[in-house]
């Protein structure tokens, strides 16, 4: 992990928070070994996985798109995402549309920056973090900022969005 240069490296995501005006640090990561996933990230940026964050994007119907920011050692329970934003069901968007839907691929999805803002939900225990790692916009890019901040910048809600977590 080194932390990268924001001024040299300017995707939509980025260039948002730094026109917020709110703290924010980007880390860049090695891709090379195809590890993209949000576990591996803690792991390369020598985080918790409870403190990086992955973008889920979902469908509730049609042209019913919402954003999901859950922590990396989660998973989106889908019947209380579904019930916090007020549709039937939700169901996870596949992959191939993600791309024309949000402008991002699958592993540089940020909550920041999509081509539309959609309703957005962040699980509730990024509160309990001063900053947490969403992605800066593109594979092998996170950005540090205040959950808080992030929050108001894509109008989003905190809300319970998590299944408990297996005990081993």
């Known amino acids: 992990m080194k932390k990268a240069d924001s ?8 260039r948002l928070c730094e026109a917020a005006g709110f703290p924010m640090e980007v880390f860049s990561y090695s891709v090379e070994d195809g590890r993209i996933d949000a576990l591996s990230i ?11 964050f992955k973008t889920l994007v979902t469908q509730g119907g049609p ?24 549709v039937k069901r939700i169901e996870m ?5 993600l791309l024309d839907l949000t402008g991002y691929v699958h592993g540089g999805c940020s909550p920041v920056g999509m081509k539309k803002l959609f309703p ?29 901040a992030l929050a108001g910048l894509v ?13 081993d």
């Open 120 to 148: 957005t939900f962040i699980d509730e225990s990024a509160i309990l973090f001063e900053r947490i790692w969403v992605s800066g916009g593109q594979i092998g890019l996170n950005m540090a900022v205040p959950p808080e």
């Open 7 to 14: 001024s040299a490296i300017k995707t939509n995501a980025i």
């Open 63 to 86: 042209k019913e798109y919402f954003v999901f920011v859950v922590p990396a050692d989660s998973e989106l329970d889908l019947k209380k995402a579904a019930k916090i934003a007020d």
């Open 155 to 167: 109008d989003a809600e905190f809300a319970d969005l998590t299944k408990p977590k297996k005990q």
């Open 42 to 52: 803690a792991e390369k940026l020598g985080r918790i996985p409870d403190e990086i």
């Open 93 to 97: 968007l596949p992959s191939r549309q």
